[in-house]
């Protein structure tokens, strides 16, 4: 193998090595075919492979979508993350792809980062696990895992170009170790570098963070690739260590490099070792060896469902149950309400290029239904909605023509003013579209200019006024019957950024049961910057005006009212983070009434992050955390509601009670350009413990439909040399009626030190299946590694002599056993 990359880059000349290190486009890397080296594509993930369509890059093949991040690692269980990892190589390489963009390892700083469903943990070492979980699992299937965003790319704002301002100890014990862990045991075959500046240098750019850490220090092989245009420069960023930009065409790694090389400014040495890790990831993905996977035809993978399935129920946490009201008695129950604005809509995933397009969904109301069938009486009501912008145009309101198909028609004109004759017409049934930079929505325009024009008959539902939004970085306009309802088209100087496109609205009053011609307009804004086209069509439908009293009503009249509430993509989404923790407005109002309404109420949340639950926490019996479990999301809930499956999740954040108490509060979102990490090592239950702070859930935190009793703590020696590895066993008994998972946990604390240190952390973990009655000694073997820290004075890893203590519990908070240790000089 190294000989044949060897020699490939000893036959290829200057300029077709610089070729190779920018994309030709957004999904693909340059290939020589006179060398017969090919050209590979990559895919976004991390939890799905969400793949562009060969045809048609606007558009995104479905793939089976599994729960976020954040879920995964609620699972607490590596191997069925493993496994997970697996299924979506499986579905990455089916469709053509050689490289995932995924895992996203960040931690989570703050409550409000907008990705913070993506990525894991606030912890680096749960955080750590499941990333060489994932991506063993992904490159099993021979195709390389890529781990972002190195690094310190914990927030949206100014994401682009923020500076992390962190310490060599916050950066070292708290944001690098899922990445070196996911290159030392993960090895993972690329690293992708984050958009924002380190200490002042951009990540795409810093030598110090690339080469001198991530190549030299930890002995990464790989590919680094720059995050989509987050290559800045082509001198700093060629010797820093960025091997390859993304996307392509190359704006600085082309000609800029091929003269800075000629000139001197950048060693040919630099450029052969970016060819040989770009060749060394086409070798371990087999396209080198011509095994280059071809696209193929979109199909399910009925096996995914299935562990798609089991990991939602893995990752839902039960929060609180007084009283034992879960699982829910189905044998005395006669009728249930559900209510909420995530009971209807199945809330599977945040927003971003982590957006999964699933086969299919389940909603929980759809998933109750199916699984009480008529047993048990079921009633629905909205109780208040939750949507930003109006709601994405429905073809159930819309017909191509007077006895048409659902859906309008489109005319596609190559021209930005919708003039002379339309190149193609079709009906269409999405009205969403994102066209890359250089791409059009149908094949028949070839040049990137393009406008459109639907038209059609709207139906209306109901009597009353009806919202319709425009969301586009060009120009729209919406006719109802020739009048003009909603327009930007005469706004020409409105420039906007991606992912920050406010939605222009318009009001009409229609009837229920008439028919109106509609009529939609769209170009491109010839001042936008934009590196997409982007438009959304949408349209609220009158609701009633009282929606929360016909929820307390239906809650009143049922055995049990289970609300359905949360976030959705609108509040969670790469390109901007959460303002604060509220939920929606009208959330906090409808569960306060309906559990003033009924006494056995259970609150379901779908969220990636922590909301704020103060207004209404202790007047709810039962609450259940769903965070967003993916395209099986209403069948993992009602199997935990209805006692099909033990609930075995566990926070993998800490739940403040209010924004105030979290460890970033003063020192986020940061100003003129710069974030201070002025929390340094003390990110979530490490600031919570020292500050001695109550949350309102702990890190680790999940309780069961059964209980565990911990007894005999064993840690062998008691008293360790240097170095020396430390054995620690415990004892977890089922002590319940029913069979369940439980997570023994294992912290260490550092008793005395001459640095300030966390008042313990998490070292160690172990998930296991306990029948009633069992009994499982669980062991543990903690080294060197788990009693250290990092001294900036002598730029390393160092351990102290003195006393340790091991705590073992079923979370961060609810320590069940304790040891001391001594270490010896």
Known sequence: MAKSIASLVKRMTLKEKISLLAGTDFWHTRGIERLGIPSIKVTDGPHGARTADENNPNVTLPATCFPTGVGLAATWNPELVRRVGAAIGDEARARGCSVLLGPCVNIHRSPLGGRNFESYSEDPFLSAKMAVAIISGIQSRQVSACVKHFALNNQEYQRLTISSEAGARAMREIYFPSFEKAVKEAGTWSVMCSYNRLNGTFASANRWMLTEVLKEEWGFKGLVMSDWFAAHSVVPAGKAGLDLEMPGPARYFGDDLLQAVKSGKVDIKIIDDKVRRLLGLLQNTSALDSNNPPPAKIKDFPAHRRLAREAAEESIVLLKNDRNLLPLDLKTIKSIAVIGPNAAEARVEG?????????????????????????????????????????????????????????????????????????????????????????????????????????????????????????????????????????????????FEDFKVPETVGEIALQAGKKYRIRIGYCRN??????????????????????????????????????????????????????????????????????????????????????????????????????????????????????????????????????????????????????????????????????????????????????????????????VKAGEKVSVSIDVKNTGQVTGKEVVQVYVADIASRVPRPPKELKAFRKISLEPGETRTVDFTLDKEALAFYDPGIKDWAVEPGEFEIQVGSSSRDIRARQSLVLSS
């Open 351 to 495: 927003g971003g290029s982590a957006a999964v397009t699933p086969y299919y969904t389940v909603s929980p109301l759809a998933a109750l239904r199916s699984r009480l069938g008529k047993k048990i009486k079921i009633t629905y009501e909205l109780g208040c909605p939750n949507n930003v912008a109006t709601h994405i145009l429905d073809t159930d309101y819309l017909l191509s023509g007077e006895n048409g198909r659902p859906g309008l028609t489109g005319e596609y004109f190559p021209n930005n003013n919708l003039a002379g004759k339309p190149m193609a017409t079709r009906l269409d049934t999405s009205f969403k579209l994102t066209c890359m930079e250089g791409t059009t929505p149908v094949p028949q325009i070839k040049k990137a200019e393009f406008s459109i024009r639907w038209q059609g008959i709207f139906k209306a539902p109901a009597t009353g006024k009806y919202k319709f939004g425009l969301t586009t970085n060009g120009w729209g306009r919406i006719f109802i019957n020739d009048k003009p309802v909603c327009n930007n088209w005469s706004d020409r100087t409105a420039e």
């Open 526 to 719: 010839t001042n936008s910057r934009s590196l997409m086209r982007s438009l959304r069509l949408g349209c609220d439908i009158p609701l009633p005006p009282d929606l929360q009293e016909r929820a307390a009503r239906a809650a009143s009249m049922a055995g049990a009212a289970i609300v359905f509430t949360g976030l959705t993509e609108e509040y969670e989404s790469e390109g901007f983070d959460r303002k604060d923790m509220a939920l929606p407005p009208g959330q906090d109002k409808l569960i306060k009434k309906v559990a003033a309404a009924n006494p056995n109420t259970i609150v379901v949340l779908n969220n990636g992050s922590p909301v704020d639950m103060a207004g209404w926490i202790d007047d709810v019996p039962a609450v259940v955390e769903a965070l967003y479990p993916g395209q099986e999301c209403g069948n993992g809930i009602a199997a935990v509601l209805c006692g099909d499956v033990n609930p075995s999740g566990k926070l993998p954040d800490t739940y403040p009670r209010r924004l105030g108490d979290n460890p970033t509060f003063i020192n986020y979102p940061g100003e003129s350009g710069r974030v201070l990490y002025g929390e340094g090592i003390f990110v979530g239950y490490r600031y919570y413990d020292a500050k001695k702070i109550e949350p309102l859930f702990p890190f680790g935190h999940g309780l069961s439909y059964t209980s565990f009793r911990y007894r005999n703590l064993k840690v062998s020696p008691l008293k």
